[in-house]
């Protein structure tokens, strides 16, 4: 009597993985239809591939805010430092956010038109103009997620002293292969300009 064919052994897992490894070296495998893997000795590429992490992460957070709450991101850094200090002068809040008072003010008008702060004059100097955190301004303040850059700071200051140092050399070294250290930029992470309202969705093609 013939012999019946032996079945063939399933392939184990570690089969399976090895199969399925078959991406050139350096790259990882990803699902289809994904971005494809940026090689691991690419050093550039990396490079570029983190700073397009950045810039999507701050247009996300940023979406979020306009959509959720309709304010950008340095508006809410100055509502919060207003409702911090419950009033300051524009000069005052420029220095609280490292902004401009002449962006603060564009700021300031489209937080006032929004019903959040109002502007009134001092008690003490009726020349000294201070902005003031209405209570609308005061519940979003409060029920509003904390700026992008407060999130990072927080995190920065919990890594070793040597570690934020490097970082810290290390992105002002893009900046300047970048050629951007003569652009003027607050510590305020937002794209587009910093005193705009919330950005328009452009159109899409039909």
């Known amino acids: 009597m013939p012999e019946k064919p032996k079945r063939q052994a399933s392939p184990t897992s570690t089969e399976n993985a090895d ?5 050139p070296a350096g790259y990882s495998s990803s699902e289809p239809g ?3 893997a940026v090689p691991k000795g690419s050093y550039e ?3 570029l591939q983190s700073l397009r992490r950045i810039i999507r992460a701050v247009e996300i957070h940023s979406r979020k805010l306009a959509t959720q709450h309709q304010i950008t991101g340095p508006q809410l850094a100055c509502l919060l430092a207003l409702a911090e200090n419950e009033s300051l002068t524009t000069t005052g809040l420029a220095q609280a956010v490292y902004l401009s008072p002449s962006t603060v003010v564009g700021i300031i008008d489209r937080l006032a ?12 100097d009726r020349r000294q103009v ?3 955190v209405t209570e609308a301004g005061k519940k979003l303040a409060e029920n509003a997620p904390s700026p992008l850059q407060d999130t990072l700071s927080e995190a920065l200051v919990k890594l070793p002293e040597l570690e934020q140092v490097s970082i810290t050399l290390a992105m002002e070294k893009v900046v300047d292969l ?5 652009i003027d930029a607050a510590p305020l992470l937002e794209t587009g300009p910093i005193s705009a309202g919330p950005a328009k969705k452009p159109p899409t093609d039909r």
């Open 19 to 23: 199969r399925n490894d078959k991406t």
């Open 113 to 124: 038109d929004k019903g959040l702060v109002d502007r009134m004059r001092s008690t003490r």
């Open 45 to 47: 590429l990396r490079i």
């Open 34 to 36: 994904a971005t494809p």
């Open 130 to 132: 201070l902005i003031c």
């Open 178 to 182: 970048m050629e951007a250290r003569q």
